[in-house]
């Protein structure tokens, strides 16, 4: 899951990504860097409840069962992308 899915009205895109880099820098950076560069961080932007997981698709998964009525959103750690193409 990069960046946004299953987008409730009352949120764009942009307002998702907007909060979760706020939150991001508030709340979780200083708990997750620098041990964790590289892996992948899922969070719910409405609670800030968040899944750190080495791999994607598990963190994907974990978020999904953890937040299922969340508005998520993936960010990969000290990286400005989720993945390469």
């Known amino acids: ?3 946004t899915q299953n987008i409730p009205t009352q949120y764009t895109g942009e307002e998702i990504a907007r909060l979760a880099n706020e939150i991001y820098e508030r709340d979780i950076k200083a708990v997750v860097e620098p041990e964790h560069i590289g892996s ?3 969070m719910d ?3 800030g409840n ?3 997981d080495a791999d ?3 963190a ?3 978020a999904r069962e953890l937040f299922p009525k969340g508005i998520r959103f ?3 750690i000290g990286h400005r992308a989720w993945g390469k193409i």
């Open 1 to 3: 899951m990069a960046g």
């Open 60 to 62: 994907s998964f974990r």
């Open 74 to 76: 993936g960010m990969r």
């Open 45 to 47: 932007i409405l609670t």
């Open 50 to 52: 968040y899944v750190v």
């Open 40 to 42: 992948y961080l899922v």
């Open 56 to 58: 994607d698709l598990a």
